[in-house]
């Protein structure tokens, strides 16, 4: 079974950056997709961006023009790069992926954007 392991998360001031990284135990040649998904307190999860193996990428209105998504297959590795955060940033970051039919997601890594 493919594990997925998130870093990079931490606090950061408003208009600041981070970049994190969803390393896959296994080959994420196959995957149908890789995603990043958040979750703030209090509120439901939702899709912040997703990248497809062509390269097409999806993101939520909330985040486009600031964050940008990628994928390492030699490194079996995910990216998020997040730029200008801000405080509504504010969440857990949960790396997922669809290989061979199954959802697997990662454990998550904190984002905290202080104002």
């Known amino acids: 079974q493919v594990q997925l392991v998130e870093s990079g998360g931490g606090l950061v001031q408003a208009g600041g950056s981070l970049r994190l990284s969803c390393k896959s135990s296994?080959?994420?040649?196959?995957?149908?997709?890789m995603a990043w998904y958040r979750q703030a307190p209090g509120k439901q999860r939702e899709l912040v961006a997703a990248?497809?193996?062509?390269?097409?990428?999806k993101y939520a209105d909330s985040v486009k023009g600031r964050f940008i998504i990628s994928r390492e297959n030699a490194k079996n590795t995910a990216y998020l790069q997040m730029n200008t955060l801000k405080p509504e940033d504010t969440a857990d970051y949960y790396c997922?992926?669809?290989?061979?039919?199954?959802?697997?997601w990662g454990q998550g890594t904190q984002v905290t954007v202080s104002s």
């Open positions: 990248i497809y193996p062509g390269g097409t990428t």
């Open positions: 296994g080959s994420i040649y196959s995957a149908t997709v």
């Open positions: 997922n992926t669809i290989i061979r039919g199954h959802t697997i």
